[in-house]
């Protein structure tokens, strides 16, 4: 009995003990499978952590770099801005200074600047701005180079922004053979002696000198002619009356152009041949230009050298132009010559033009506003 209960016990021990062994088994497989998951989860967060530190240096890099461009952009637009806007202003300082015909200024705002004092004159002179303005309507001028041009310049800047075509006799003769033929049909070998202004006497070269003088004027004026827009026939102006080279050869044109006139009608006097205007007995009757030579010697040649236009020249110039050149003359203020016309007698569909001077040796360009 005792042997039975034994071997029951035992059974039992056996039993017990090969469910903890099995029970052990088991929490032993638990235990690998929770430190598995374990492994994974830190293996995992590993990973992450080392990846966003690898995407962490690389986007603060990137944003260094584009902090960086942008920084270097905005200084690099910064130093652009500047050195336009230097430059800008060099072209215009270059632009004002070359230009010969200035931007239109206040009229009464010109004369209390330049007439400033509590003299006789600057006070006449001021009350003769004041007339212009109030009973003239001039509101504005434009400043024209004080040189011995001036008075050529101011009629032909006018004549091209205006737009004023050829005179009629220019239309039916081409002005480009002038020259020739006052050197060789008339035999003026003298015009060798012509000098070019500032240049001086020119010598054998004056001829081809004159003939490129007389394309100058040609091309530009027809060109300036033939623009309709008034804004495009101004920035053309400008242009060209910026440019000192050009400028002198259309100013020798002109002067040239007078000198044959003059020949001309020398001719004409000495085969007992009315001139064609009267103007042109008046400027062979002065002892300085009794001829064509000495009227070439002792005027034309010092024109934009040492003297300006005489008031003679002045009714020549509006002859040959075929406008009326209306000049007010502000230190004859209260006289009957403070508003002259040249010439005096003009056709009626003859353009007009305007001049303004305080000495009639410098001119500006007055502006009628109403």
């Known amino acids: 009995m005792q042997r039975r209960h034994d071997r029951k016990a035992s059974k039992n021990r056996d039993q017990f ?26 293996a995992t967060k590993q990973s992450l952590c080392l990846m966003w ?7 603060m890099l990137s944003m260094s770099f584009l902090v960086a461009v942008f920084w270097y952009c905005r200084r690099l637009y910064s130093f652009l801005a ?13 632009l004002i200074r070359n230009l010969s015909v200035l931007t239109e200024v206040d009229l ?35 400043q024209v180079r004080r040189d011995n041009y001036c008075v050529l310049r101011a009629v032909l ?33 003298w015009i060798q002696q012509y000098s070019f202004g500032p240049e001086r006497y020119m010598g054998p070269n004056a001829f081809g000198k004159l003939r490129k003088c007389m394309e100058t004027l040609k091309t530009n004026w027809a060109e300036i002619s033939a623009t309709k827009d008034h804004e495009e026939r101004g920035n053309m102006c400008n242009t060209l009356f910026s440019d000192e080279s050009k400028e002198h050869k259309l ?16 001719e004409q006097i000495k085969n007992g041949e009315e001139p064609i205007h009267n103007l042109f007995s008046l400027l062979l009757a002065r002892d300085s230009s009794s001829d064509p ?25 509006g002859y040959l132009l075929e406008v009326k050149i209306r000049v007010y003359r502000l ?31 410098y001119y500006h360009i007055p502006l009628f506003r109403t």
């Open 17 to 42: 003990t090969e469910q903890e062994k099995q029970s052990r088994i088991n929490h032993s497989k638990r235990s690998v499978g929770r430190h598995e998951v374990q492994s994974w989860t830190t």
């Open 53 to 59: 530190r690898k995407v962490k240096v690389q986007l």
């Open 82 to 94: 500047q050195l336009l806007k230097r430059w800008s202003n060099y072209l215009q300082r270059k």
């Open 108 to 142: 009464l705002g010109y004369s209390a600047r330049e007439w400033k004092g509590k003299t006789k004159q600057a006070k006449h002179m001021r009350e003769a701005y004041e007339e212009l303005f109030w009973s003239y309507h001039i509101k504005y001028l434009r």
């Open 157 to 189: 800047f006018q004549i091209f922004s205006q737009g004023i075509p050829f005179p009629s006799w220019m239309k039916e003769r081409d002005i480009l053979k002038l020259p020739e033929k006052l050197l060789y049909s008339q035999g003026c070998n």
């Open 251 to 266: 100013y020798e044109a002109i002067k040239f152009i007078m000198l044959y006139e003059v020949v001309e009608a020398y």
């Open 293 to 317: 030579l000495s009227f070439m010697m002792n005027h034309l040649n010092s024109i934009g050298d040492s003297i300006c236009l005489d008031q003679v020249e002045l009714f020549l110039l």
């Open 331 to 361: 230190h004859r203020f209260n006289t009957e010559e403070f508003q002259v016309n040249y010439p005096d007698e003009y056709r009626r569909e003859w353009n007009e033009i305007s001049l303004l001077t305080e000495d009639d040796r």
